[in-house]
């Protein structure tokens, strides 16, 4: 999956080859237990035949996942986006472009697993906000503050100051 026979786009400048993927959740494993991805993947886009040997990806990733927000723990809804621009240039060609980010394909096939893994991975933010002013749990009793607030001392010193503080009397 998610190979492409270029073979005959090669034959001229110009020609392209329509992309349209869907990734159903179980195939992707990215993130393991942390990340569940609510939606499949869908990847539209094309490879075009720019020139040379090079063939150009462009598209676009859309999906949704499911996190833990980093406050609360809620679990919130992802949406995730990405513009895909990628250039592949044959094996049997030397890189003469000078451009440094371009992938390197094998006889006629374009492998795009590796781009969209990591077009998924960067896609996803290391941290979520169920919203943005998210009060998050108090840290003495473990309640949810978007809920109203807790018993405890309203007094706003972090615990773990207090620990610190009583190893260096
Ligand atoms: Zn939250
Ligand atoms: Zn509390």
Redo the contacts with the bound molecule.
Sequence with gaps: MLTYQVKSLIKDPGLSLSVHEVLEPEQLILGGERIRFLTPVTIEGSLRHIGGWIIEFKGTLDGAVQMACSRCTKATHVPLHSDITQRYIADRQENESGDDDVEVYQDEVIDLTDLINSEICMAIPMKVLCRADCQG???????D?NEG?????QDDTDPRWDALKSLLQ
């Design positions: 749990l108090c840290p003495v009793c473990g309640k503050l607030p807790c018993g405890c001392s």
